[in-house]
T-cell receptor, first 111, second 114 residues
Framework: RKEVEQDPGPFNVPEGATVAFNCTYS??????FFWYRQDCRKEPKLLMS???SGNEDGRFTAQLNRASQYISLLIRDSKLSDSATYLC????????????FGSGTQLTVLP | DAGVIQSPRHEVTEMGQEVTLRCKPI?????LFWYRQTMMRGLELLIY????????DSGMPEDRFSAKMPNASFSTLKIQPSEPRDSAVYFC????????????FGPGTRLTVL
């Protein structure tokens, strides 16, 4: 079983739609969680952190369910520029500095 | 300020040849990471350094791969001899100790081994 699992998609949605991505992680001791975004043929970039209380950044909302080992990302009022691959990322517990990346969910927002 | 710099951006080589990938991290960053990305396996951590010292190389696939960081502003990833299955995009990333989760990636080196 992979440490971080995501639905690869692709998700094709019309502009203005609301879309949600899910991610599960296998290590219950994992400490920190993030979403990264990777545009086609570009490098990944940090999108937002995921807190136990949930957090929102404009049209983006991230939530964490530690009991179910589940992370979600919600994008409201999607824009053409949101088209990208969204990577779910987990940092193990302890002193680990490395991150474990999911394989990503591909989103295409259609005009 | 310049971000993470990688060279070359593209490399095409023949099986059996030596390949050297280069990375210049963001000045002042404490950590440097090397990743490999393929469609089949996604983004995999190969090795990371803290203050130029290798900390975890458990992701290095085999002895054909080696990485060095001779100083705070330069790192190399070497594959010798290269094989077709090494074809991938290799990313270098760096981060600060205080925000280790925010890794800044370079543009990557797209390696094709024929």
């Amino acid at each position: 079983r992979k440490e971080v699992e995501q639905d690869p998609g692709p998700f094709n949605v019309p502009e203005g739609a609301t879309v949600a991505f899910n991610c599960t992680y296998s290590n219950s001791a994992s400490q920190s969680f993030f979403w990264y975004r990777q545009d086609c043929r570009k490098e990944p970039k940090l999108l937002m952190s995921v807190y136990s209380s949930g957090n929102e950044d404009g049209r983006f909302t991230a939530q964490l369910n530690r009991a179910s080992q589940y992370i979600s990302l919600l994008i409201r009022d999607s824009k053409l520029s949101d088209s990208a691959t969204y990577l779910c990322v987990v940092r193990p517990s302890g002193s680990a500095r490395q991150l474990t990346f999911g394989s990503g969910t591909q989103l295409t927002v259609l005009p | 300020d310049a971000g993470v710099i990688q060279s070359p951006r593209h490399e095409v080589t023949e099986m059996g040849q030596e390949v050297t990938l280069r990375c210049k991290p963001i000045s002042g960053h404490d950590y440097l990471f090397w990743y490999r990305q393929t469609m089949m396996r996604g983004l995999e951590l190969l090795i990371y350094f803290n203050n130029n010292v290798p900390i975890d190389d458990s992701g290095m696939p085999e002895d054909r791969f080696s990485a060095k960081m001779p100083n705070a502003s330069f790192s190399t990833l070497k594959i010798q001899p290269s094989e077709p299955r090494d074809s991938a995009v290799y990313f270098c990333a760096s981060s600060l100790e205080s925000r280790v989760h925010e890794q800044f990636f370079g543009p990557g080196t797209r390696l094709t081994v024929l």
